[in-house]
């Protein structure tokens, strides 16, 4: 059975920094791209990072661009996400996906 979890989420400050993590089980991600998506309250879930089995190309959202950053570890079957300079429109579920697969969410509150 396969499982991508997602850690890392809290509240913070405006301006503060926040790393997530989507850890997978069940088999292997290395060769499909992962991305970081996130649900703000009242809105669509939309997708804000992006990045290619290889590691090598990552595309950002406009909103997170500069930012965000995604990374990933193919030999732990993971995927992270930097965050920095946080706003408090960041505020929403963060879900990591990759082919497919979805995690259950993990919440980023930011306030000021």
């Known amino acids: 059975q396969v499982h991508l979890v997602e850690s890392g989420g809290g509240v913070v400050q405006a301006g503060d920094s926040l790393s997530l993590s989507c850890v997978a089980s069940?088999?292997?991600?290395?060769?499909?791209?992962w991305t970081w998506f996130r649900r703000a309250p009242g809105k669509e879930r939309e997708p804000i990072a992006t990045?290619?089995?290889?590691?090598?190309?990552?595309n950002y959202a406009e909103s997170v661009r500069g930012r965000f950053s995604i990374t990933r570890d193919n030999d732990k079957n993971a995927a992270y996400l930097q965050m920095n300079k946080l706003k408090l429109e960041d505020t929403a579920v963060y879900y990591c996906?990759?082919?497919?697969?979805w995690g259950q969410g993990t919440q980023v509150t930011v306030s000021s």
């Open positions: 990045i290619s089995p290889s590691g090598r190309a990552t």
């Open positions: 996906g990759a082919d497919g697969f």
């Open positions: 069940g088999r292997s991600f290395s060769s499909t791209s």
